[in-house]
């Protein structure tokens, strides 16, 4: 989802100013990132906002520009009964990355229950989204957590198939909400800048600009945007691309200004994995624009 600003700035010369040309390119696992910034290869990317702090960590001096995605994860189950994490208590949930965003967020809504795993709530870890998908689609799991554009995808193969019906139960932002008011939010992804690009300010203050823009964009136009990021992620239909907009709009704020809520995130991450920010939390530095 916070690739679809950048498949805009790509494709309608939003940094005509700075550059003639820009390039996307997708990366798919924390390795291959690294190895593109070392080889300054990427200049700014879209990435979960735990991977700049680790690279911070480990010495590279990259910035988070902003952050985008704020809710993009779903309880989904095959009963209609169930609205709400509450109602799974004493049943079992697929959750995927057990030990990344998607199962700390888990271990925290249990925790603000006071839920034992494996008492109040057993939880079976695959090792991705898809994969919980398909255990939805043929009936070995009843309820599953997905983020988009998976959910939506889901759905979308649904109307093409009969016998199975899968619900939208809650929205993880939602359950966060209710779960932790005073921490209502959870910054999950967003906009990080190279080392090399965050020493031009001027750039980096540009790119950020442009990407909001084009998130807005994206909002204000989720058909044209939905048809833009198939061109990209020609797997993925169309109408599901629509639907994922759709239920999770990207809300883009600087990293400056949201810095009380990373740190949030980051000091419950130090807790629960501290190996996903390189064991300690980011400078100062990490937060100017």
Known sequence: ???????????????????????????????????????????????????????????????????????VHWLVSSDPAVHSLDDLKGQELVV??????????????MRARNWKEGVDLKIVAVR????????????????????EPSVAALFVRLREQHGVKLYRAQSLRQAWAESFPKQPEVPQSGLMASSRSAEDQALTQAVGQAYAQSAQWCKAHVADCAELAHRYLPQMPVAALAEAIAHSPLDV?????????????????????????????????????
């Open 1 to 71: 989802m916070v690739s679809f600003p950048l498949f805009r700035m790509a494709e309608a010369g939003a940094l005509m100013p700075w550059t003639r040309k820009v390039t996307f390119q997708f990366w798919t696992s924390g390795e291959q990132l690294r190895a593109l910034l070392a080889n300054q290869q990427a200049d700014f990317a879209a990435v979960p906002v735990h991977m700049p702090a680790n690279l911070q960590a480990r010495g590279v001096a990259v910035k988070l520009v902003s952050v985008s995605a704020w809710g």
């Open 128 to 147: 991705d989204f898809q994969a919980a998908a398909n255990m939805l689609l043929t009936g070995r799991a009843r309820h599953a957590l997905l983020a």
């Open 96 to 109: 995927p990355l057990r030990r990344e965003m998607p199962g700390i967020l888990i271990d925290e809504l």
């Open 253 to 289: 704020r600087p990293a400056s200004q949201v810095r009380s809520q990373l740190e949030a995130f980051y000091r419950l991450v130090s807790q629960r994995a501290p190996e996903l920010i390189g064991g300690r939390m980011p400078s100062e530095a990490f937060y100017q624009p």
